[in-house]
């Protein structure tokens, strides 16, 4: 895993664990982290500065460690501030530049690496010296009829591309000139796409303006809009803001919403982000919780089945390395905000695994946890609820600073059940609540709460207007030659079925939602079908919105090795946990249940 590199890396290399989860795509490649390291190592950092900010100061930080070793008494012992690894990595970038090369000859790079060296180097020494700094690479290519000829190139790609596009924009006396004179052609946005990449960093830096405005033809263009999108993991944060908000919903399609999404998640705890968690909840919030569903917890699924993503190297951390830094207030809130928001995934691992790294992250810090309770407060989605106070649950048990339990106690207390109108109507959300309360009473006694009750029967309602089988079937649809047209809805209908409904009963109607409710002496079906019309009409599903991925997930005894649920299946779990909610507040339980 990145994780267990990305720990191997720096244990060696003499550095503090980062602060913050390291979710950038950069860092994992072995090639990446050794430079990253090394520009720490050389340089006598034992952590990451803030002032490294952006790939830019990475690659800098890297040359000025060997440019400080190399110069150095015990080597070659010269002024650093004469630069000559910068100059020389210089002479060999303008080469390639003019000859849109991507290796140079050895005998060509010992001819420009020497035009900058001192007399303490011998012919030839400064460019072995970056070959075994591993700034460049020696190797010997076939040039056809038994010819070999030995070469040199940078030894990391991302490097080689930076620094092209960097002394591009340095040589020349207008940016837009540099840019049109390397992309006059469609084709070249692909065939430079290295290059493109790194002007959407560069760019802003030294102009003040976006790459697309100087590209204006292909604006919209996947390559344009992938750089600029990317370029929000590496740019300087001062370059990041509104402006590039309207940029992204004027370009966006359903396609480079999973990749911004993506985005998103890995600054999502880098502070003084533009897009940080702050944007990402703020986002989320404004959305229903089916379009939520569609845009945000579905991605989250497939986003995880990439090895060493982004959503997995963050729980990770929060559940597991946690405990090995000291992280700053800031990133912990942040990255609590973004766990928080994985709760709303109907994937049971990613949401049981955040949902375990945000307990990780409160189980000391009870004033996050009343922060959280209070950020996500008025939240669309029981799934989210339910968690944000499971974790609550989990920081009143394991908390060491049991002080601040009183105070734990009076915000879920304040939020929950201290409310005008009904209790949020969701029995999961309801008993984890109640336990932050009543565990706390147990160790304060003497917390003063409210005159509204903590324990139920609770204020809410409950409308006994049952559809008919017939209207509740009546939303599975057909095409004009017959055929079912809506899976996803027809397998909510299929699970939901009780032990004597309209047709073969369904495992979770039966064994699940039947036998939950078993307590009170009503029809179930009849309670099913009223279940059906909330996901149908309350909760918002939709087959246009949800049914190819319901179907791809599929149903039944599959998922008990594959953790992915259906959307659906989502939806019926939190009209379960409602419906007893309902039910508990105002029908009488069955008398042998009493």
């Known amino acids: 895993k990145s994780s267990d590199a990305i720990k191997l890396f720096f244990k060696n290399s003499g550095i503090a664990l980062p602060s913050v989860p390291l979710l950038l795509p950069e860092f994992q490649n072995p090639l990446f982290l050794k430079v990253f390291c090394e520009g720490l190592q050389k340089n006598g950092l034992t952590r990451i500065d803030e002032g490294i900010q952006g790939i830019s100061s990475v690659f800098s930080l890297f040359l000025d460690g060997v440019e400080r070793e190399l110069s150095s008494p015990s080597k070659k012992d010269y002024l650093p501030e004469l630069r000559l690894v910068h100059k020389a990595v210089n002479k060999l970038i303008d080469f390639q530049v003019e000859t849109i090369a991507t290796e140079i000859p050895l005998d060509k790079a010992i001819e420009l690496t020497d035009s900058v060296k001192i007399d303490k180097f011998s012919e030839g020494e400064l460019l072995f010296e970056l070959v075994s700094y591993g700034i460049l690479t020696r190797n010997i290519r076939y040039r056809g009829e038994d010819k070999n000829e030995e070469v040199v190139y940078l030894s990391y790609d991302r490097f080689n591309d930076f620094l092209t596009a960097q002394r591009m924009l340095e040589k020349s006396d207008d940016a837009g000139d540099a840019i049109k004179a390397l992309i006059n052609d469609e084709k070249h946005l692909w065939y430079y796409a290295g290059i493109v990449e790194s002007l959407a960093i560069i760019v802003p830096e030294k102009t003040g303006h976006e790459l697309y405005d100087f590209l204006p033809k292909w604006r919209d263009s996947d390559y344009v809009v992938d750089s600029v999108m990317k370029s929000l993991l590496w740019r300087r944060r001062s370059t990041i803001g509104e402006h590039l908000v309207g940029y992204f919903n004027e370009v966006m399609t359903e396609q480079r919403s999973w990749i911004f999404m993506n ?332």
């Open 263 to 594: 985005i998103l998640i890995q600054v999502g705890p880098t502070a003084n982000h533009y897009f940080n968690a702050e944007f990402l909840h703020r986002s989320l919030m404004r959305w229903s919780m089916a379009y939520r569903d569609h845009r945000w917890s579905t991605v989250l699924h497939y986003l995880d089945g990439d090895k060493d993503n982004a959503v997995e190297t963050l729980i990770t951390w929060a559940r597991d390395d946690f405990g090995e830094v000291r992280i700053d207030a800031i990133s912990k809130y942040l990255t609590a905000i973004v766990l928080g928001w994985f709760t709303s995934c109907m994937d049971r691992r990613i949401r049981d695994y955040a949902s375990k790294g945000l307990i990780n992250l409160v189980r000391d810090d009870v004033d996050l946890m009343i922060t959280l309770i209070e950020k996500f407060d008025g939240v669309n989605d029981p799934y989210v609820m339910e968690r944000i106070y499971a974790a609550a649950y989990g920081c009143a048990l394991l908390s060491k600073k049991t002080n601040r339990l009183p105070a734990l106690a009076k915000s879920v207390y304040a939020h929950v059940f201290d409310v005008n109108g009904e209790v949020y109507p969701d029995a999961m959300v309801r008993d984890y609540a109640r336990g932050v309360i009543e565990y706390t009473l147990t160790r304060y006694p003497e917390t003063q709460l409210g005159t509204r009750p903590f324990s139920p029967p609770y204020k809410s309602s409950f409308q006994a207007e049952y559809p008919t089988d017939e209207e509740t079937k009546a939303y599975s649809k057909r095409d004009k030659d017959g055929n079912w047209i809506t899976p996803g809805i027809d397998s909510i209908l299929e699970s939901m079925v009780t032990e004597h409904g309209y047709t073969i009963y369904g495992d979770f109607g039966r064994y699940v939602f039947q036998s939950s409710l078993d307590g009170w002496n009503i029809d179930p079906q009849k309670l099913s079908n009223l279940a059906v019309k909330w996901i149908m009409t309350r909760y918002g599903y939709k087959e246009e919105l949800f049914g190819v991925y319901d179907r791809a997930i599929g149903s039944g005894r599959m998922r008990r090795v594959y953790p992915g649920e259906r959307v659906g299946k989502k939806y019926q779990w939190i009209a379960l946990h409602e419906m007893v909610a309902r039910l508990s507040d105002n029908v009488p339980i069955h008398e042998r249940w009493s």
